[in-house]
């Protein structure tokens, strides 16, 4: 059962899997670097990916792949970001 906190906004990584299929970014708030946030990547005909994927925006404005840790899935401080 997914869970969200109204008072803080956080939730939990359920939710954040939702928010990234419908086209938003999210990220953590327990995340150090500032203006990180992760987003979903639909592959087209030009892309050499097959297959959606999960990026993130780096600290240093770098967009890599990205991994859920443990310690990710687990987290309930997620937020939507802009």
Do not use: H
Not at 11 to 30: C, E, H, Q
Not at 47 to 76: C, E, H, N
Request: hydrophobic fraction near 40%; avoid cysteine.
């Amino acid at each position: 059962m997914s869970k969200y906190n109204a008072t803080t906004g956080e939730f939990d990584f359920g939710i954040a899997i939702d928010a990234l299929r419908g086209g938003r970014r999210v990220s953590r708030k327990g995340w150090n670097g500032k203006g990180m946030w992760l987003a979903l990547q639909t592959p087209d005909d030009m892309s050499k990916m097959s297959l959606p994927y999960i990026f993130m925006r780096t600290a240093q404005g770098d967009q890599v792949p990205w991994v859920a840790s443990q310690t990710d899935i687990l987290a309930r401080d997620w937020v939507e970001t802009l």
